[in-house]
């Protein structure tokens, strides 16, 4: 038996240790052929457990319900094995002082090595007051918690990009964990996250010592490198120009398009088509749900259930050319149209919101 075997307090063979490494190269979307690094990094850190402080702002733990889903490793496994949570106030069996006095016991003890993760948007309007924790207002103790984290992580949109907690009027001024700190931030988001992207960027820093390669938005590029539209289980329909009008209506032969329906995934950069939710069950599009594009800055904001602009326009066009030609070369005409229309809406959204996020890096704090 390997020593592995103690620190998860159970019998663990070879050939378990083995899978559980093959489980972990897919996660991190790498070859069969990376198994024997993996397995060889895991057996020189498997003593050592990463130290991580979990905070809890605006939001509706929906995070934290996802994380504890996770099976790849199983949630026991990363929390209790190869994590050592010093505090995680909805998780924890300590409250009051008792659980303060934890955290400022594990930001000394581990400064410059722990993880911060954020868990939903910060409220900074009239210097916090609106959500205080122990007396102190919340971005007080996010400021602190931060700079003395090795790596800051924001899971979900909320801690990401300010998300539902900071849509219009926002009269408490929630904003995103890097709108508030400054500096380099991990963002995980997705309204949830999904359990894997967290999972998988704390396997990275564990094996590799760093970040994952992150994309204009702080996103891992390891899940959210390309478009959901890319790999849409109903990229068919959208060739064809066939379109989905009413919600639960289907069409004949095909699974329609739901762009008419407001979908996002031209536009929405996730790997949810592959990464599938409920252990690899479903997903937003497959369940016949448009995408509402939860992965992006300007969620929820901008992301309502109306057709992409462009899109739409072009919908409208090939409806007019629908009663001059055959339904072959109108699918055929209108995919194309509509493809550069979505690529002329994405570049121009991401255009405006990179400029936005990237002016954040200037900025140092509210």
């Known amino acids: 038996m390997l020593e592995l075997g103690k620190v998860f307090n159970r019998k663990f063979t070879r050939r378990d240790f083995l899978k559980y490494s093959s489980s972990l190269a897919i996660l991190l979307g790498l070859s069969e052929m990376y198994v024997p690094q993996i397995a060889s990094a895991l057996e020189q850190i498997v003593s050592k457990k990463q130290p991580v402080i979990w905070l809890n702002g605006a939001a509706c733990t929906g995070c934290t319900v996802s994380f504890a889903n996770t099976n790849y490793p199983s949630v026991a496994e990363l929390v209790l094995d190869r994590l050592s949570v010093k505090y995680m106030e909805t998780l924890m069996a300590a409250s009051g002082e008792v659980a303060e006095k934890a955290l400022d016991d594990a930001i000394a003890q581990f400064k410059g090595k722990y993880v ?32 003395g984290a090795a790596v800051n992580i924001a899971m979900g949109t909320c801690a990401s990009f300010g998300g539902i907690p900071a849509a219009g009027p926002n009269p408490t001024g929630c904003k995103g964990l890097k709108d508030v700190i400054g500096g380099t931030v991990v963002n995980i988001p997705g309204c949830p996250a999904h359990p894997d992207w967290l999972v998988g960027t704390i396997v990275n820093v564990l094996l590799f010592g760093k970040t ?155």
């Not at 050319?321 to 994405?346: C, E, Y």
């Not at 991401?350 to 900025?363: L, Q, T």
């Open 116 to 147: 911060m993760v954020l868990e939903g948007a910060i409220p900074t309007k009239d210097r916090g007051i609106y959500l205080t924790v122990a007396g102190e207002p919340f971005v007080d103790k996010v400021r602190k918690v931060a700079e």
């Open 212 to 366: 994952p390669e992150l994309d204009q938005f702080g996103r891992p590029k390891l899940f959210y490198g390309k478009l959901i539209h890319e790999n849409c289980p109903r990229r068919g329909g959208y060739e064809q120009g066939r379109f989905i009008k009413s919600f639960g209506e289907e069409l004949p032969d095909i699974e329609g398009c739901m762009g008419a329906k407001g979908c996002r995934g031209p536009v929405t950069s996730a790997d949810c088509p592959h990464r599938l939710w409920n252990s690899g069950v479903n997903f937003c599009i497959a369940a016949s749900a448009p995408c509402a594009g939860c992965t992006e800055p300007a969620f929820p904001q901008e992301f309502l259930y109306e057709p992409i602009p462009e899109v739409a326009k072009t919908i409208k066009a090939g409806e007019t050319d629908k009663k001059k030609s055959a339904v072959g070369t109108f699918g055929a005409s209108l995919g194309g149209a509509i493809a550069g229309a979505a690529a002329a809406a994405g570049g121009l959204y991401f255009a405006k919101e990179k400029a936005r996020y990237e002016a954040a890096d200037k900025s140092e704090g509210v």
